[in-house]
C-alpha cells in the first residue's frame, strides 16, 4: 500500500470520527428511505436526490477508508490487478470510446464526478481541461483541494451539480462527456429525456458521451420473486434509487438525437473485485468494533458495513446471474453539423 492510500485512509477515519450529529442522523435517515424505497413506498425525485447527498456525504469517507476513493466497482479486467489498477483500465477504455480528435485541446465533461479522481486521471492522459459536477457538496470539496494540491486547478473544474436541474454549463461547449456509475441509478423512466436533451446541448456536434454504469440487463424481470428479492436487497447498498434497462435510456439518448454506436454488457464481471472488498471489509470489524468501544468511531460504522456486505453478497448473486450489470456500456455520438 503506498504513501497516498494511507493517508487517504486515515483522513476517511478522522472524518468519520469528527461527522457531525446532524450529518450522521442525515446518512441513516437516507438509508432508511432507500429501504422504503424499495420496500414500495412512492418517492418524488427531490427527496430521493436529497437523500442520495446525505448518503454520501457519509459514505464517500467510509468507502475512501477501503481504498475506495474513486467510487466505482470495475470489471475485473485483470485477474493479478486489484481494484485500483482495474478503475485506470476502466478509465482508459472509456477515454478511448470519447474518441477525442485533439486530446490536448479537448475539455470533457465528468457528470456525477464524486471526488474528481476519474476527471483528474482522464485531464493526465489527455493533457487537456476537464469539469466535474456532483450533487455532494464534501466529494466537491474534495476534489478541488486535490486539484489544487496537485497543481491542476487551471484544468480541472469542479462545482455543485444536479442531473436533474439543467446543467450549468454552455451549449456545445464540451469535446466530450463522460459518466461512471453515476448518472442512470438516479432517474425514473419519464425524467431520461430532461437529462438526455441537456448532454446533447452542451457537447459540440460530431462528439460522443460514453459511459460506465449500473443497469438491469434485458433479462431481469420485475415479474421473477427471486429478480425482486435480490434487486431489494442490493439496490440501496448501491446507494442507487433506480433501475433502468438500457433500451430505455438508449431510446431517450436516440430521442435527442443521438446515434447510438455501443449498447453492451461489461465484458468482464464486477463481482471478484466487489468480493474482494468484502472480504477486506469482513477482516477490518474486528478493528472497527475496537474504535467503537474506545469511542473512536460511533456505533453506527459497523452496522453500515453489515448493510453493505448484505447488500454486497445480494449483488453478487445478482451479477453472477447476469440479471443486472455495474459497468454496462454506452457510447452515443451527437450528429456532426
Ligand atoms: C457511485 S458514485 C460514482 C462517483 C464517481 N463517478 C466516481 O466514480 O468516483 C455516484 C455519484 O453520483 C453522485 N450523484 C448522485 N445523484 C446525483 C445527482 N442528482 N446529481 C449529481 N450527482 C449525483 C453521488 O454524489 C456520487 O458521487
Not at 490536448?104 to 493526465?124: F, K, P, Q, V
Not at 454506436?261 to 471489509?281: D, F, G, M, T
Not at 453472477?320 to 451527437?334: C, F, G, Q
Request: glycine share 6%; charged share 25%.
Amino acid at each position: 500500500m503506498n504513501w497516498y492510500r494511507i493517508k487517504t485512509s486515515f483522513t476517511g477515519l478522522k472524518r468519520l470520527a469528527t461527522i457531525s450529529a446532524e450529518d450522521k442522523q442525515a446518512c441513516i435517515d437516507a438509508y432508511k428511505f432507500f429501504q422504503r424505497m424499495q420496500g414500495g413506498e412512492k418517492t418524488e425525485t427531490a427527496d430521493e436526490t436529497k437523500a442520495v447527498a446525505a448518503y454520501y456525504k457519509v459514505l464517500n469517507n467510509m468507502l475512501s477508508v477501503f481504498d475506495l476513493e474513486k467510487l466505482y466497482i470495475p470489471p475485473q479486467y485483470d485477474d493479478s490487478k486489484g481494484l485500483y489498477d482495474n478503475q485506470l483500465i476502466c478509465e482508459q477504455a472509456l477515454l478511448k470510446q470519447l474518441n477525442l480528435q485533439n486530446p490536448e485541446s479537448s475539455h470533457l465533461l465528468d457528470m456525477g464526478c464524486g471526488r474528481g479522481r476519474i476527471a483528474h486521471y482522464l485531464a493526465t492522459m489527455t493533457g487537456g481541461q476537464v469539469s466535474g459536477y456532483n450533487i455532494d457538496p464534501n466529494q466537491i470539496e474534495n476534489a478541488i483541494e486535490w486539484a489544487a494540491e496537485t497543481n491542476m486547478t487551471d484544468r480541472l473544474h469542479f462545482k455543485e451539480g444536479n442531473h436533474h436541474d439543467p446543467l450549468d454549463y454552455d451549449s456545445e461547449s464540451f469535446d466530450g462527456c463522460f459518466s461512471v456509475q453515476a448518472v442512470w441509478p438516479f432517474f425514473k423512466t419519464e425524467e431520461l429525456d430532461d437529462c438526455a436533451r441537456e448532454m446533447y446541448r452542451i457537447l459540440k456536434p460530431g462528439t460522443r458521451y460514453a459511459c460506465s454504469e449500473y443497469l438491469l440487463s434485458p433479462y431481469f424481470d420485475w415479474n421473477n420473486p427471486e429478480h425482486a428479492a435480490l434487486h431489494k436487497i442490493y439496490l440501496p447498498t448501491l446507494a442507487a434509487t433506480q433501475s433502468m434497462y438500457p433500451a430505455d435510456v438508449c431510446a431517450a439518448l436516440e430521442r435527442a438525437g443521438f446515434k447510438i454506436l455501443v449498447s453492451e454488457p461489461s465484458q468482464r464481471p464486477a463481482w471478484p473485485i466487489c468480493e474482494q472488498k468484502r472480504n477486506l471489509i469482513f477482516g477490518i470489524r474486528k478493528v472497527i468494533r475496537f474504535l467503537e468501544k474506545v469511542r473512536i468511531l460511533p456505533p453506527w460504522v459497523e452496522e453500515s458495513l453489515e448493510l453493505l456486505q448484505t447488500g454486497g453478497e445480494a449483488w453478487t448473486d445478482a451479477e453472477k446471474a447476469k440479471i443486472a450489470d455495474l459497468n454496462w456500456r454506452i457510447v452515443a455520438e451527437k450528429p456532426a453539423a
